[in-house]
T-cell receptor, first 117, second 112 residues
Framework: GAGVSQSPSNKVTEKGKDVELRCDPI?????LYWYRQRLGQGLEFLIY????????KSGLPSDRFSAERTGESVSTLTIQRTQQEDSAVYLC???????????????FGEGSRLTVL | AQRVTQPEKLLSVFKGAPVELKCNYS??????LFWYVQYSRQRLQLLLR??SRESIKGFTADLNKGETSFHLKKPFAQEEDSAMYYC??????????????FGKGTKLSVKP
């Protein structure tokens, strides 16, 4: 596919369960980002990958949140022991790195809507 | 600390009226700023970046370092401009693009 793909598009889970959200970036994009968007709120940065390493994971809200990326491709965001306040749309984006300066354009997926009951 | 502030949650104008969506930022380095837009049922997408000094769909934005602002303007709003608009600031790591910090967004509603 041409765009960033996220799955599942919708996930309803019970409080206390673990969830995994997946992101397939655009092929060849070395940078990958996770954001969270709560209802009525803006985009909250979670973590950023350059290749398979994460130079900035400052936005992860607690140790229940983790993310990994493999093969400079797919990334998984894992939320353990989900809480109701984790309910949000989780957005993934990717971008190419063009030498020392890139265009700054992020390509977003459609998001994974998580509802914790 | 880096921060992007969009003071208006909602902005409502009539078709043909000028529109200005405000964005202020705080950043210790040399900022790179962007406007992203999300139309109803579409993905968030780039509208314009300050470095390009371009006009997209009639929108322009000028970086004012003195006022630390990057307001988005359009002289004559159209109904199809109704959308959620996000101002974003880029942080850099070394010489490479880092993550974008987004404001909370402004919902623009253009009435007929």
């Amino acid at each position: 596919g041409a765009g960033v793909s996220q799955s599942p598009s919708n996930k309803v889970t019970e409080k206390g369960k673990d969830v995994e959200l997946r992101c397939d970036p655009i092929s060849g994009h070395t940078a990958l980002y996770w954001y969270r968007q709560r209802l009525g709120q803006g985009l909250e940065f979670l973590i950023y990958f350059q290749g398979n390493s994460a130079p900035d994971k400052s936005g992860l809200p607690s140790d229940r949140f983790s993310a990994e990326r493999t093969g400079e491709s797919v990334s998984t965001l894992t939320i353990q022991r989900t809480q109701q306040e984790d309910s949000a749309v989780y957005l993934c984006a990717s971008s190419p790195i063009a030498g020392a300066r890139n265009t700054g354009e992020l390509f977003f997926g459609e998001g994974s809507r998580l509802t914790v009951l | 600390a880096q921060r992007v502030t969009q003071p208006e949650k909602l902005l409502s104008v009539f078709k043909g009226a000028p529109v200005e969506l405000k964005c202020n930022y705080s950043y210790s380095g040399s900022p790179e700023l962007f406007w992203y837009v999300q139309y109803s049922r579409q993905r968030l997408q780039l509208l314009l970046r300050h470095i390009s000094r371009e006009s997209i769909k009639g929108f322009t934005a000028d970086l004012n370092k003195g006022e630390t602002s990057f307001h988005l303007k359009k002289p004559f709003a159209q109904e199809e401009d109704s959308a959620m608009y996000y101002c974003a600031l880029s942080r850099r790591y070394g010489g490479s693009q880092g993550n974008l910090i987004f404001g909370k967004g402004t919902k623009l509603s253009v009435k007929p």
